[in-house]
C-alpha cells in the first residue's frame, strides 16, 4: 500500500473518506449515504473491491453484508489530505491556512481554545 492517497482518483479518496469517518467501518449503503452524487450500489462495489486489492481497505462479512474498514491509521490519511488541501490551496504555507481558519472562526473560539492554541505555539518555539 502507498503511504498516503495520492495515487488514489477523488472518487477513490471519497469512499477513504467516509471509511474513515465511521468508527465501526462502514456498508456500501453507509458509505453512498456519504458520497456527493453517489454512483450506482455496484460502481462503489468495484472501487471498493479496488481499493482492498490495493492494500487500502480491509472488509469483515457482517451478515449478507461486508463492513469495510482502512487499514491504515486514520492519523496517516489526516496527514495525508492535510499535505493536499495546503499544497492546493495554501501554497504549502501552513501560517495562511492557520490564518485562513483563524478568519474563519475566530468569532466561535472560546478563550480555552485560544489558550490552548497559544500553548502550541509557544511548545513549537521551544522545540525549534
Same mark, same amino acid.
Given at each position: 500500500?502507498? %503511504?498516503?492517497?495520492e495515487?488514489l482518483?477523488a472518487r477513490q479518496?471519497?469512499i477513504?473518506?467516509?471509511?474513515?469517518r %465511521?468508527?465501526? @467501518? +462502514? !456498508?456500501?449503503? $453507509?458509505?453512498?449515504?456519504?458520497? =456527493?452524487? =453517489?454512483p450506482?450500489?455496484?460502481a462503489v462495489? !468495484?472501487? #471498493? #473491491?479496488r #481499493? $482492498?486489492?490495493? @492494500?487500502?481497505?480491509?472488509?469483515v462479512?457482517? @451478515?449478507? &453484508?461486508?463492513r469495510?474498514?482502512?487499514? @491504515? %491509521?486514520k492519523e496517516r +490519511?489526516?496527514d495525508s +489530505?492535510? %499535505?493536499r488541501?495546503l499544497d492546493?490551496?495554501?501554497?504549502?504555507s501552513p501560517i495562511?491556512?492557520?490564518a +485562513?481558519?483563524l478568519? &474563519?472562526?475566530?468569532?466561535?473560539?472560546?478563550e480555552e481554545? #485560544?489558550s490552548?492554541?497559544?500553548?502550541?505555539?509557544?511548545?513549537?518555539?521551544e522545540?525549534r
Amino acid at each position: 500500500m502507498t %503511504s498516503d492517497y495520492e495515487a488514489l482518483s477523488a472518487r477513490q479518496r471519497q469512499i477513504m473518506d467516509a471509511v474513515h469517518r %465511521s468508527d465501526d @467501518g +462502514a !456498508t456500501v449503503a $453507509e458509505i453512498r449515504e456519504e458520497l =456527493p452524487d =453517489p454512483p450506482s450500489e455496484s460502481a462503489v462495489r !468495484t472501487m #471498493l #473491491l479496488r #481499493l $482492498e486489492d490495493a @492494500g487500502y481497505l480491509r472488509h469483515v462479512k457482517e @451478515g449478507r &453484508r461486508n463492513r469495510y474498514h482502512p487499514t @491504515g %491509521s486514520k492519523e496517516r +490519511a489526516r496527514d495525508s +489530505a492535510l %499535505s493536499r488541501l495546503l499544497d492546493t490551496f495554501y501554497r504549502n504555507s501552513p501560517i495562511q491556512a492557520v490564518a +485562513a481558519i483563524l478568519d &474563519r472562526s475566530a468569532d466561535e473560539l472560546t478563550e480555552e481554545e #485560544l489558550s490552548e492554541l497559544e500553548e502550541m505555539v509557544r511548545e513549537a518555539r521551544e522545540e525549534r
